[in-house]
Every structure is written in C-alpha cells, then in structure tokens.
T-cell receptor, first 115, second 114 residues
C-alpha cells in the first residue's frame, strides 16, 4: 500500500465509449503524474500536475484528457480510444515537482483494454 | 537530459549478491541518481537515491564513483521475490522544470533462480 489509490483496477471499453480513470492520494503531495505502460515497454510519462496546474504534456493525443480538481485527485478522461491505447495506466505522486523530495509513489495501476 | 544505459537483463541465483550498473556519462552537477523496482502489473517502487559515494538502506546499497558517470545498485542475498525490473533514473536536484528525474528507460530485468 503506497498511499496512492487508482480506480478502477481493470477496465474494458469500446472505441466509442467515454470513461474516466481516477487517482487519489492523501499523502499531502503537491505533484501528480500519469504514465502509460504498454506491454514490454518502458513507462511513458503522459502528464504532470504541480499544485493543480499542468506542467507537462508530452505530446499525448487529445483523446486523453487529464483533470486535477485538487491536490489529492487526478483524473484521466478517455474518449474514442484505439486498440493500441490498451495498456497499464499508472498514477504517481510526489511531495514536490522539483527539488530533493521527488520520490514518487505509484498506484497499482488501471489495466485498460480497448476493444 | 542525462541518458542512462543499463543491461537489458540479468540472471542470478538465490542467496547471491547482485550488482546492476547504470551508465550516465552526461550526468550534470545538479543531477542525482535514483533507482526504482517494478513487479509485473504494479507501479514502480522507490529503492534508493544518492548523489555521490555510497548510500545504504535496509533494501540495497548504491555505489557512485567520484566521476559520477556510472552507479551500481547492489542487492545483497537476493531471493526469488527480488525478480523484477530495476530502473535507474538521473534527474535535476533543483528541478527548474526538468522532469528527467521521473523519466524511465528500459530498465534491467532481473531473474532470480532457485
């Protein structure tokens, strides 16, 4: 248990569906991250939020839309996804976006399958 | 952004000490070195972090030579449960917008055999 909770743990969705992934942390951290991990590939950093403001958007397709309503919650809204978007989506948080205290705590991930 | 190079895979046996070396020839003055461990279908977990010389905690040791162009993660007496992917990350101590500290490479897949 890392203190970062992701829901749902598994999700199957059609290409025309709209769904959202949720991430929650009560560690008092100010930075939150979304990563994508496809089979046998490294983690790809998608988005970074620091103090509820997006500070990184690494050329992610617009069918992925992040939302950070407060410092404890992070969402990833999904719509019109493609089968190649099937992957493990990981959320992480750290005390700070920059500086020494950037040890990241990861959630268990959401296993997404697009059919 | 300092690039890291690690072996793709390593094999070991239970009870052995495992050393995984990471090369980071372009490491900058403000960069520090962090190692994470990842089990299948789980998020990575922080193992250890250092800037220079040697750092030890209850899980591992991290050796960093004076030139800091490489680092070695040492796992003492591994067990089957240490089978995982190990990532070396190099990042800016003082931030300034650099997320290099949380950019993951291919990592090293360690297989511990009985």
């Amino acid at each position: 248990e890392t203190g970062v909770t992701q829901t749902p743990r598994h999700l199957v969705m059609g290409m025309t569906n709209k769904k959202s992934l949720k991430c929650e942390q009560h560690l008092g951290h100010n930075a939150m991250y979304w990563y994508k991990q496809s089979a046998k590939k490294p983690l790809e950093l998608m988005f970074v939020y620091s103090l509820e403001e997006r500070v990184e958007n690494n050329s992610v397709p617009s069918r992925f839309s992040p939302e950070c309503p407060n410092s404890s919650h992070l969402f990833l809204h999904l719509h019109t996804l493609q089968p190649e978007d099937s992957a493990l989506y990981l959320c992480a948080s750290s005390q700070a976006y920059a500086g020494e205290n950037t040890e990241a705590f990861f959630g268990q991930g959401t296993r997404l399958t697009v059919v | 952004l300092a690039k890291t190079t690690q072996p793709i895979s390593m094999d070991s046996y239970e009870g052995q000490e495992v050393n995984i070396t990471c090369s980071h020839n372009n490491i900058a003055t403000n960069d520090y070195i962090t190692w994470y461990q990842q089990f299948p279908s789980q998020g990575p977990r922080f193992i250890i972090q250092g800037y220079k010389t040697k750092v030890t905690n209850e899980v591992a040791s991290l050796f960093i030579p004076a030139d800091r162009k490489s680092s070695t993660l040492s796992l003492p007496r591994v067990s089957l449960s240490d089978t995982a992917v190990y990532y070396c990350l190099v990042g800016d101590l003082y931030g300034s917008g650099n997320t290099g500290k949380l950019i993951f490479g291919q990592g090293t897949t360690l297989q511990v055999k009985p």
